[in-house]
T-cell receptor, first 108, second 114 residues
Framework: AQRVTQPEKLLSVFKGAPVELKCNYS??????LFWYVQYSRQRLQLLLR??SRESIKGFTADLNKGETSFHLKKPFAQEEDSAMYYC??????????FGQGTRLTINP | NAGVTQTPKFQVLKTGQSMTLQCAQD?????MYWYRQDPGMGLRLIYY???????DKGEVPNGYNVSRLNKREFSLRLESAAPSQTSVYFC?????????????FGDGTRLSIL
């Protein structure tokens, strides 16, 4: 079975502090992992995917197959990063399994 | 270029009423999806259509039906609405050839069942 766990429903950090949103997955094969973000009053949109190995808006995420994790990190949080973040997994089928989401709040 | 368009944006129903949520995409994507979003539950897949003419159940299909009308349109029907179906519903589309490509989402439909 495919499962994605985001252990933190809420995360609050101060502006300029580092941010790490945790994501753990359960899947026996080679997963494709994504982070989606939903800003206030906006559509859910792709933030980044692991196969791209790119940094978007200062965020990076590394797939750790040993720990089955895909944590999202940013060294210096900005107020505009406040949003709902979802980790998602595709395990071969043409569909995604989403985690429960983490609401990130950046305090000034 | 509108991307994924959902109608209506808001709806209030009484228990037992029926309703169809509409979704259309203009990106020539072959796959379309319906999710529901509930607090603490994330997004859960209701049904999806990997290509025109096919539909498959997702994680929470009970109480719903879908129709892939053509390549552009994918509708979700509640035949007899129940309070447990109060949720925000999202439609998404994507390319599903080879590796899964990122999905594009609509604005959502906020549905309340009284």
């Amino acid at each position: 079975a495919q499962r994605v766990t985001q252990p933190e429903k809420l995360l609050s950090v101060f502006k300029g502090a580092p941010v790490e949103l945790k994501c753990n997955y359960s899947y026996s094969g080679s997963p494709e992992l994504f982070w989606y973000v939903q800003y206030s009053r906006q559509r859910l949109q792709l933030l980044l995917r692991h196969i791209s190995r790119e940094s978007i808006k200062g965020f990076t995420a590394d797939l750790n197959k040993g720990e089955t994790s895909f944590h999202l990190k940013k060294p210096f949080a900005q107020e505009e990063d406040s949003a709902m973040y979802y980790c998602a997994l595709s395990g071969g089928a043409q569909k995604l399994v989403f985690g429960q989401g983490t609401r990130l709040t950046i305090n000034p | 270029n509108a991307g994924v368009t959902q109608t209506p944006k808001f709806q209030v129903l009484k228990t037992g009423q029926s309703m169809t949520l509409q979704c259309a995409q203009d990106m020539n994507h072959n796959s379309m999806y319906w999710y529901r979003q509930d607090p603490g539950m994330g997004l859960r897949l209701i049904y999806y259509s990997a290509s025109e003419g096919t539909t498959d159940k997702g994680e929470v299909p009970n109480g719903y039906n879908v129709s892939r009308l053509n390549k552009r349109e994918f509708s979700l029907r509640l035949e007899s609405a129940a309070p447990s179906q109060t949720s925000v519903y999202f439609c998404a589309s994507g390319i599903s050839q080879g590796a899964l490509q990122p999905q594009h989402f609509g604005d959502g439909t906020r549905l309340s069942i009284l």
